[in-house]
């Protein structure tokens, strides 16, 4: 049996994409999982999942930006499972575009998804790791955290989630709270479709130029990401702490 079996890990974002995979990882952990989402579609990924893996898993609607429902919704998981000991900021949104045709309801909605959703759901999150004195928290930055045309709003919140994982490293590691970041490159998600499609492009053309870009020659998949989250998340990841791991199949060129 996996040690760390008996967890209960939430992951937001967790309808599809990332958040999906990283969910089943710790399902195949035996670890409790909860995925939060906008989507009501949630409820039944977990249930595939749950039936994959036998373990208990969950799926709840809940915005990310509202501090009253990220409150109750984590004092509801708590009461159920008895803790929160994982979680994963991968809920995002993308409001594409440059600066001069931004409107600052697309600037509000990417800050406030990316960088306030995060910032609620880790205070949740603490409030039940502290006093076990036991937790892991992964935060889902981005390479375009080091800049990228037309992502004004995006780029600035993944640059953020790298500061503000430094600092609650620094804030909650003296009760043995891991406080970790992941700034994947190019992932073959849904989200990164529908952007080809914005573009005029087919999606498999898309991932065809990325991947002449990237160093090892493909682009990268849900499960890439998920495979980190879950070392980050692991006991065996105990001593690294505010860091940020670039999953991205090496630097991007530029031919």
């Not at 967790?14 to 990283?22: F, K």
């Not at 208990?56 to 499972?81: H, R």
């Not at 981005?142 to 037309?150: A, I, Y």
Request: glycine share 12%; charged share 25%.
């Amino acid at each position: 049996m996996d040690a760390k079996t008996g967890r209960t890990a939430v992951v937001t974002g967790g309808g599809r994409g990332i958040g999906l995979a990283i969910g089943r990882r710790f399902a195949q952990n035996g670890d409790a999982v909860v995925l939060l989402d906008l989507d009501p579609g949630v409820a039944e990924a977990a249930e595939k999942i749950a039936e994959e893996t036998g373990v208990t898993v969950k799926g709840l609607t809940c915005d990310v930006t509202d501090g009253a429902q990220v409150k109750e919704t984590f004092a509801a998981i708590a009461d159920e499972f008895g803790s929160v000991d994982i979680l994963i900021n991968n809920a995002g949104v993308l409001r594409d575009n440059l600066i001069h045709k931004m409107s600052e309801d697309d600037w509000d909605t990417v800050m406030g998804v990316h960088l306030k959703g995060a910032y609620l759901c880790a205070k949740a999150a603490q409030t039940y790791m502290v006093p076990k004195r036991y937790g892991k928290i992964v935060n889902l930055s981005s390479t375009s955290s080091l800049g990228n045309r037309g992502q004004l709003n995006y780029s600035t919140a993944k640059a953020g989630l790298q500061g503000f994982t430094r600092t609650l490293a620094l804030d909650l590691g003296k009760f043995s709270i891991n406080v970790n970041c992941i700034a994947p490159g190019f992932i073959d998600t849904e989200m990164t479709r529908s952007t080809a499609e914005r573009q005029g492009i087919s999606p498999d053309d898309y991932k065809k130029m990325k991947a002449e870009k990237i160093a090892i020659g493909r682009v990268g998949v849900p499960e890439d990401v998920a495979n980190v989250a879950n070392f980050l998340a692991s006991d065996e990841a105990s001593f690294v702490n505010g860091q940020i791991i670039y999953v991205s199949g090496g630097p991007e060129t530029r031919r």
